[in-house]
């Protein structure tokens, strides 16, 4: 059965696309909508006749309900980080950019580059994600309050104005809190993977909540591809002669996963038995602090991982048995 691969350029009210097969190409621009979507799978059906490879850039919610359309239809569906196809164009060498043009690039990288599968989440998943990324725009505006008061030289109705949102910002925030557990309890399964991740030490319920959210399907990825999705893998500079003397952090990947991570690395650092040894290993070869938070940051989110995985909680000696039921 041949292969057809549709790129998908996403914006806000409309999405362009292209589809290639062999040397054949079409172009269309459909809006971003359920009626968009029926049109989408009219011009589809007048044109594909086998199997449909399709790739969208992971713009957050802008194209979350065509993915999920396209896969209950039965296609293949890759969402690919954003920087993956901005360097895949850079290579061919693009000198112009618009949506038509970009939903080619799209399809030409379908076809040319290796994807994973994405899997939408079930309903319970999706509106945990929409309540955990409420707390987050909650405590980002609290945040931007905080430091306009900080910055002083206010005049007092603005202070005023100011300390009233902060107190409506601070009740909202307890109220999502709330909410956010409250939904968990309602799911069997997110509760029992919820209990899973509090079982590591350093990761508490908001934490585990955070990470229920936003990490991808554990059954679909490796912990390297995991700690790859939330940017937390060294980048290597080395040219010639000249190495950089500290590898950076490549940041290509999930701001809410290392946001979320940050602060139960300060806390798995001290109670953590294998993010505390992982740490001294490290300070002791002369690693600088960041360094080692992020370290740690990626060690917790494998532990994770693994948690979720295996459906078995937190043990710090489980090397060490499993080793010896190797041995036996």
């Given at each position: 059965m041949t292969t057809f691969y549709l790129g998908i350029d996403i914006a806000k009210d409309k999405f362009d696309i292209c589809l290639l097969h062999d040397v054949q190409k079409w172009s269309g621009i459909f809006t971003n909508n359920e009626n968009g979507f029926r049109k989408l799978d009219?011009?589809?059906?007048?044109?594909?006749?086998?199997?449909?490879?399709?790739?969208?850039?992971?713009?957050?919610?802008?194209?979350?309900?065509?993915?999920?359309?396209?896969?209950?239809a039965g296609h293949r569906v890759a969402v690919v980080n954003p920087s993956r196809i901005k360097h895949y164009a850079q290579s061919q060498l693009r000198r112009n950019k618009t949506d038509k043009i970009d939903a080619a690039i799209i399809a030409d990288f379908c076809r040319s580059q290796k994807t994973h599968e994405w899997h939408p989440p079930n309903e319970a998943e999706m509106i945990l994600r929409q309540l955990v990324r409420r707390y987050d725009n909650l405590v980002t505006d609290q945040t931007r309050e905080k430091n306009r008061l900080k910055a002083g030289d206010l005049a007092e109705v603005v202070q005023a104005s100011i300390e009233a949102h902060l107190t409506f910002l601070n009740e909202q925030i307890k109220i999502v809190l709330v909410q956010i557990q409250d939904h968990i309890d309602q799911y069997p399964d997110l509760k029992s993977k919820q209990e899973l991740l509090e079982s590591i030490p350093g990761i508490g319920k908001k934490t585990a909540a955070i990470l229920l959210a936003e990490m991808p399907d554990t059954q679909q990825m490796s912990a390297k591809q995991i700690a790859a999705f939330a940017g937390l893998t060294p980048e290597q500079l080395s040219s010639g002669n000249y190495r950089r003397r500290q590898d950076t952090l490549s940041k290509l990947g999930s701001v809410s996963l290392r946001t979320a991570l940050f602060m139960p690395a300060l806390s798995a650092m001290r109670f953590n038995p294998i993010t505390q040894a992982l740490a001294e290993r490290l300070e002791k070869k002369g690693k600088l602090p960041m360094t080692i938070i992020v370290a740690v940051m990626r060690k917790l989110l494998v532990l994770a991982f693994g948690v979720l995985k295996s459906g078995q909680p937190f043990d710090p000696d489980f090397v060490t048995k499993r080793k010896l039921e190797l041995d036996f």
């Open positions: 009219e011009w589809l059906d007048n044109r594909v006749d086998g199997k449909l490879q399709t790739c969208m850039e992971a713009t957050g919610r802008y194209g979350e309900k065509l993915a999920a359309h396209l896969h209950q």
